[in-house]
């Protein structure tokens, strides 16, 4: 079974801090993604990436940034979190040629105060 | 307009019944669609996807495409209490590129 796991699974962060989500894939894909989920709002894509060193912005890059240094690990990182970065966030992987088929980790629940 | 839409529920249905599920997207050039599931609290998982128009059937799915109507549904027969959950439907504008994502349909099945 494909595992993708996140660092945290709730986060609570000031306003202003520097912050870093971490995602794993055990499945050897190529393609990595990071969502934010809201009500009302459904998933959006912040940011994915197609190979390593690789990127590309997504829907709302806005305020993040990513990195991708190994296949296995990509990781969102929030340069000044603000309260309106309140949110689910969650990661996903899928093979290359099957960009839609994902598997999605267990989120993680950040909270800025 | 949003590019994929979903009309966000509750959809009540009976247990034993027929649940159908629709999803309207804007870019004729959408190639591929999926329907994942959401349990409460949980984070999504594919359960169906579709590239040709016309029916696709999986156990209890079945999933509906008509690219000149530019919608897709949903049908989940013999509804159980488990299937309750947000289904999102999301459509993949080329091959190996991002998804877009519906709101979600509540779908609430009622013993």
């Known amino acids: 079974d494909v595992k993708v796991t996140q660092s945290s699974r709730y986060l609570v962060k000031r306003t202003g801090e520097k912050v870093f989500l971490e995602c794993v894939q055990d499945?050897?894909?190529?393609?990595m993604f990071w969502y934010r989920q809201d009500p009302g709002l459904g998933l959006r894509l912040i940011y994915f990436?197609?190979?390593?060193?690789?990127?590309e912005k997504g829907d709302i890059p806005e305020g993040y940034s990513v990195s991708r240094e190994k296949k296995e690990r990509f990781s969102l990182i929030l340069e000044s979190a603000s309260t309106n970065q309140t949110s689910m966030y969650l990661c996903?992987?899928?093979?290359?040629?099957?960009?839609?088929?994902?598997?999605f980790g267990p989120g993680t629940r950040l909270t800025v105060t | 307009q949003k590019e994929v839409e979903q009309n966000s529920g509750p959809l009540s249905v009976p247990e034993g019944a027929i649940a159908s599920l629709n999803c309207t997207y804007s870019?004729?050039?959408?190639?591929?669609f999926f329907w994942y599931r959401q349990y409460s609290g949980k984070s999504p998982e594919l359960i169906m996807f579709i590239y040709s128009n016309g029916d696709k059937e999986d156990g209890r799915f079945t999933a509906q495409l008509n690219k000149a109507s530019q919608y897709v549904s949903l049908l989940i027969r013999d509804s159980q209490p488990s299937d309750s959950a947000t289904y999102l439907c999301?459509?993949?504008?080329?091959?190996?590129?991002?998804?877009?994502f519906g709101g979600g349909t509540r779908v609430l099945v009622k013993p």
């Open positions: 499945m050897d894909h190529e393609n």
């Open positions: 996903a992987s899928s093979l290359t040629g099957a960009g839609g088929e994902q598997y």
């Open positions: 870019d004729r050039g959408s190639q591929s």
């Open positions: 999301a459509v993949e504008k080329a091959a190996g590129n991002k998804l877009t």
């Open positions: 990436s197609y190979d390593v060193k690789m990127k």
